[in-house]
């Protein structure tokens, strides 16, 4: 015969030893304050703080691990994600990178420009921190090459900038933008070229409108309608807005053209 309810309920003292087994941290449970190394996989008590504790761990595998379990603590949480782009292990700047990509929030768009633009722009970004534009201009053809396996005296051709990827031109662009103080850059560009390119019906008669614009024609007694080779270009903050990037002579004014309607795609 089966007993009564209350005689499978368990009693007071069985209710405080199940209450007190609970309560009691498993083998591989961390306590909040313990001294010991947290075993990979192990549940820390103490909610926030708790992820702050694996966040200090020194295993970088911990510390990308408590990533994810940071952003269910709204703002806090995804302060400490963001603060983990500059960790000294690339394993947890690549978890928290990973996280944060597709998040809109502005702070966290612009971390993410910038921890892009350090991971893999830190030598153009230091060139043209530095002033030295002409190196920058010579980076920026490289780094552009380099990304469809090309060498440094081969052609880039206007149908391959169609797909060149968003994310590596605005970062290049932003770069230019932001140590030129706005003189230089794909957007200035861009926007020399677009209103050119409401303002006349033939295409040859934007190339050049917008060449003399940017200072890449020459018109003189000498010489009349001729187009600047790279030895001629002016690397510095005097030159007209929009002279730089030039990108060597192989880039030329067609490939202009398809680099300001690709980064027209990808500012949209």
Not at 44 to 72: K, N
Not at 145 to 157: A, I, K, M, N
Not at 190 to 203: E, G
Request: charge should be positive.
């Amino acid at each position: 015969m089966q007993g009564s309810i209350e005689q499978l309920l368990p009693t007071p003292h069985t209710q405080f030893q199940m209450t007190q087994s609970l309560n009691q941290p498993g083998k591989d449970d961390v306590v909040l304050g313990g001294s010991g190394v947290i075993p990979t996989g192990a549940v820390i008590l103490g909610g926030l703080d708790g992820v702050r504790r694996r966040l200090t761990s020194p295993l970088p595998e911990q510390r990308a691990a408590a990533l994810p379990d940071a952003l269910q603590y709204a703002q806090r949480g995804l302060n400490l994600v963001i603060r983990a782009l500059g960790d000294r292990s690339p394993t947890v700047q690549q978890a928290a990178y990973e996280l944060l990509q597709a998040c809109t929030e502005p702070k966290v768009v612009r971390a993410v420009e910038q921890f892009y633009a350090s991971a893999y722009y830190d030598h153009l970004q230091r060139l043209l921190a530095g002033k030295q534009w002409q190196m920058a201009d010579q980076e920026t053809r490289v780094v552009m090459l380099e990304r469809y396996g090309l060498g440094v005296d081969e052609p880039l051709q206007a149908n391959q900038l169609r797909g060149f990827p968003c994310k590596d031109l605005r970062t290049i662009d932003q770069l230019w933008m932001k140590y030129s103080q706005g003189r230089f850059g794909f957007s200035v560009q861009k926007a020399i070229w677009q209103k050119y390119d409401r303002l006349y019906w033939n295409k040859s008669d934007v190339w050049c409108a917008f060449a003399d614009r940017v200072g890449w024609r020459t018109h003189n007694l000498l010489v009349d309608n001729h187009w600047k080779r790279h030895g001629e270009i002016t690397f510095s903050l005097s030159a007209p807005v929009g002279h730089l990037p030039f990108l060597g002579d192989k880039f030329g004014i067609f490939t202009v053209e398809a680099i300001v309607n690709r980064l027209g795609d990808c500012q949209r």
